[in-house]
């Protein structure tokens, strides 16, 4: 089970943090992603994070203002997104992969769990 938090109202060019608790487990994921979608639009990827090693991986449009992190003993991530625009207004959703069997983080097929969704809107 995961459990987003974080979302709210931010201006533009300000930062937030959200966090995805992955709860009642007593076993780590191979891998958590971050997707949004966006009013409208289909549903897209993030980021996501090796949860063994921790090395992240973004998709371009989040590059260099998203870092994904996580806590391996307390089982949480957290998406630190800094320099928002409104282009980032979207429901974000934090996904674990339980599988491993896939490195295709960037796909929701490789996500057996999601969580239920977060918004995030960002005022210009």
């Known amino acids: 089970q995961l459990v987003e938090s974080g979302g709210g109202l931010v201006q533009a060019g300000n930062s937030m943090n959200l966090s995805c608790v992955v709860s009642?487990?007593?076993?780590?994921?191979?891998?958590m992603g971050w997707f949004r979608q966006a009013p409208g639009k289909e549903r897209e990827f993030v980021a996501a994070?090796?949860?063994?090693?921790?090395?992240?991986f973004y998709a371009d449009s989040v590059k260099g203002r998203f870092t994904f992190s996580r806590d391996k003993a307390k089982n949480v991530a957290f998406l630190q997104m800094n320099t928002l625009s409104p282009e980032d207004t979207a429901a974000y959703y934090c996904?674990?992969?339980?599988?491993?069997?896939?490195?295709?983080?960037?796909?929701?097929?490789?996500?057996?769990?999601w969580g239920q969704g977060t918004q995030v809107t960002v005022s210009s």
């Open positions: 994070v090796s949860w063994s090693s921790g090395h992240a």
């Open positions: 009642k487990t007593t076993y780590s994921p191979y891998a």
């Open positions: 996904a674990a992969d339980y599988r491993g069997m896939s490195v295709e983080f960037g796909e929701e097929a490789t996500y057996d769990h």
